[in-house]
């Protein structure tokens, strides 16, 4: 399969060769044709898999044909739960438009409307927005949605769980009914269904399912230790190979600044990513960390929701998530493309019922081995009675639904599966329970 053989033009191939992108991935082979035919799709794909020029690359070549926008009314809207997946999205379709004159800008909060006003007004092909800020355009009539030919939601599933709902309402009032609209989301939960069934016309589905040799690509390892030696134990780890860019995550905002604090006091180049930190701070420890002036970015879990990090070689849990789910959302950061990926957590006894969950929702035996010289004063407990941490920044979900996406299943995530597409069958690879109710609204 090549990109050739897609239908895409010269000017994107070209684009594409200068990306070092030599074929399609599943996802993009499935979904480029259908949304160039015109179709609504509703397609199953997380980060990681190439989802992102599956839906850039249809919608760059067929706003290239019309010319530049001379109205000031955007032809594509794009939205997306965070500003940091906003961000990239515009990046992609920079790089892969660079050939042609199609014009996109991001709209998203933490950062002054007066800029984003100018570029409004002075007109734009593509709007890829947050939620919030863009009803804030929308209530300032600074933006006008009526000339939207395509509808983009990606990661659909994140918004319904960050609480975007009422605002996807409202956003969708005011696209133009005639419309072309791509939904992008990891899994087909029933609510995303009901979703997409409420406002898309006969989508089309394609799926990408993993084969089951994923655990194979990220390796799970389990060290006990006694939460009071967790940071040394973290140092420990990290010094095994100081140049290893790791992601790290914190259950809390403060405990994500409080581990900066001591790994930069300890000769390492760290930063933190968290809603309480501005725009511009996000911004800068991303590419810092991406182009290695860091090589410690300690997150919470909202925060690093969809970042794309190149093959990043580890991923550390210094607390684990309350919601076992969320392990394998951060897990999905490693191990990309192809690479192997290491997924290290350092667990404390009160959090011996969240490894329990973890464990169950794998199915995976997942390695649990003491560092010499951390071994904790008490042993996990893998039985019923295990416990649990007092909720902190995030309350566990009682179960509530049946997920019907396959994607995650079997602990590991790999991005390049195989794809499939139908004209709306059931396409799921398993059930799996998800334990999560919606989250509270939260700006990333
Ligand atoms: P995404 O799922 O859109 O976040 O993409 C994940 C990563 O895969 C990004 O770094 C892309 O640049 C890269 N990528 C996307 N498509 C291809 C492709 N066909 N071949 C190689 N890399 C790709």
Redesign the pocket.
Known sequence: MS?ESLGLAPALLRA?AE???????P??AGSIPLVLEGHDLLAA??????????FALPLLQKLSGAGPTMTRRPRALVLTPTRELAA?IHD?LR?YGKHLRVSATTIFGGVGMGPQINVLRRGVDVVIATPGRLIDHMQQRTLDLSGVETLVLDEADRMLDMGFLPALKRILGAVPKQRQTLLFSATFAPEIKALAMQFMRAPREVSVTPPNSVATLVSHHVHPVDAANKRELLLHVLSQDSRRQTLVFSRTKHGADKLVKYLEVSGLRAAAIHGNKSQNARTKALADFKSSRITVLVATDIAAR?I?I?QLPMVINFDLPMVAEDYVHRIGRTG??GSEGKAVSLVSHDESGLLRDIRKLLKDEIAIDNVPGFEPSTPLRLDAGAPRPKQGQRQPRPPQRQNTGGQRQGGAHR?HGHASSSGGGEHAAGNRKRHRRPRPAAKA
Do not use: H, I, S
């Not at 990306?19 to 991935?25: D, R």
């Open positions: 990109f594409l990306q070092g992108y030599a074929e399609p991935t996802v993009q794909a997380q980060t990681g898999t190439g989802k992102t020029a599956a990239q992609n790089d969809g794309d190149d990309r493309a991005p």
